[in-house]
Structure formats: C-alpha cells, structure tokens
C-alpha cells in the first residue's frame, strides 16, 4: 500500500498537521536511499554499454585475424583495433570498479540508516558523526558492528539524548499507606505520597490527612 495522505487517513489519522509531519519524516528517511538507488542503476547502465563495445570491438578482431591475406595494412588496423580495444577494456574496469564502490555506500548507507532508525534515533547525521564510519565499512560483519556502535551510544551518558526514550513517562497516580496507586496529578505529589507511605503516614487527599 502506498504511504500517503489518504492511506494515513484510512488508520484513523485524521489531523492534517499530524499527518503532514509524518509525511515528512517519511520521505527524509526514504528518498535518499531511493536517490542512490537510482545512481546505482544508472552506473550500472552505463558499465553494461561499455563492456558491450568492448565484446565489439573484440569480435571485429578476432574476424579479420580469420581474414585470408596477412598483409601490412591488415596487420595495423588489427593493431589499431587491439590499442583501442584495450583502452575501452581499462575504461570498462574503471567503470565496474566506481559502480562497486556506489553501490558498496549505498548498501552501507541503507544498513546504518536501517539500524538508526530502529535504534529510534532523533537525528542520522548527529549519530553518523558520533560513529567511526570507515571502521565499520571495513568490518567484516557490519550488521552486528553496527548495531553494537549505536547501542554504545543510546547508552552512553553524553549521547543517549539522540535517541527517543523507551521509557513510560510517570502517570502521575497518587499513593496512598498501603503503597497502591489511584488517580492523582502526579510530580511532587505523587513522591509526597510515595514518602509517606514509607514512613506509614496516611496519604493527603484534599490538604487533609485520610
């Protein structure tokens, strides 16, 4: 199903200020892997053609050596076709050797970008630049690498804030002598009932004691 306003709608998202947002956040994560994507597809393309003349040029050589009539003129135009055969053959590698390496970053990009995200990370490049990437592009196992670098940083003191909390936030539920929680509004009340029922005090309720 396509990721868009009226399929949000369809799950019971119906604010267009909340949807917008998650549109947004949807393609910022999405389109520069889409990007690469196709940047790879065009490399490849053109890595294809080039091995392509180079298989021509190649057939156009082994024809004329089969030719009757070893003359000098034959002799260099088989030589001019071997000399611009082997220059369309270093020029071929060259491509193939630039399409690996797109397509090595891009790969490395998706699982980083993937693990970012399912760490719940608030920011990619604050987290990037946390991390040392040519180590981890030179890792033999990248999947586990990565994951064991981004889970030392949501861990760490001085980086955990660039990703989002698992933790529950306080309900704010009163708690009387008996150490259960009922309805209440929390913060400093909630640790002055905690305290007192410690201490076996009874709670406060309406600025009087039960």
């Known amino acids: 199903m ?3 306003r009226d399929s949000i709608k369809k799950l019971g ?16 994560e999405f389109d520069p ?5 196709d940047q790879y597809d065009a490399e490849k393309e053109r890595a294809d053609k080039l091995k392509a003349d180079y298989d021509e040029q190649s057939k156009s050589i082994e024809a004329l050596k089969a030719s009757v009539g070893n003359t000098e003129a034959l002799e260099k135009q088989i030589k001019d076709l071997q ?10 590698q060259k491509a193939l050797d630039d399409m690996q390496i797109r397509l090595d970053n891009t790969e490395f990009d998706k699982l980083l970008d993937t693990a ?6 608030r920011r990619s490049a604050s987290i990037r630049a946390e991390l040392n ?14 994951e064991e670098a981004i889970k030392a940083l949501k861990e760490a003191d001085d980086t955990a804030f660039l990703f989002t909390s698992s933790v529950a936030e306080p309900t704010g539920a009163r708690v ?14 909630t640790k002055e009932a905690a ?3 410690v201490m076996g005090l009874t709670s406060i309720e309406n600025g009087k004691e039960k």
């Open 83 to 92: 000399d611009t055969a082997a220059t369309k053959d270093a020029e071929h």
């Open 33 to 37: 892997i889409k990007d690469k994507a």
């Open 176 to 189: 009387d002598s008996s150490g259960n929680a009922g309805n209440g509004t929390g913060g400093a009340d």
């Open 13 to 28: 998202i119906t604010d267009d200020e909340v949807i917008t947002k998650i549109l947004d956040a949807h393609h910022a």
């Open 133 to 146: 990437i040519d180590d981890l592009k030179a890792s033999k196992n990248r999947s586990t690498d990565i």
């Open 116 to 121: 970012i995200t399912k760490a719940g990370g």
């Open 195 to 197: 305290a007192r029922a």
């Open 2 to 4: 396509a990721f868009t």
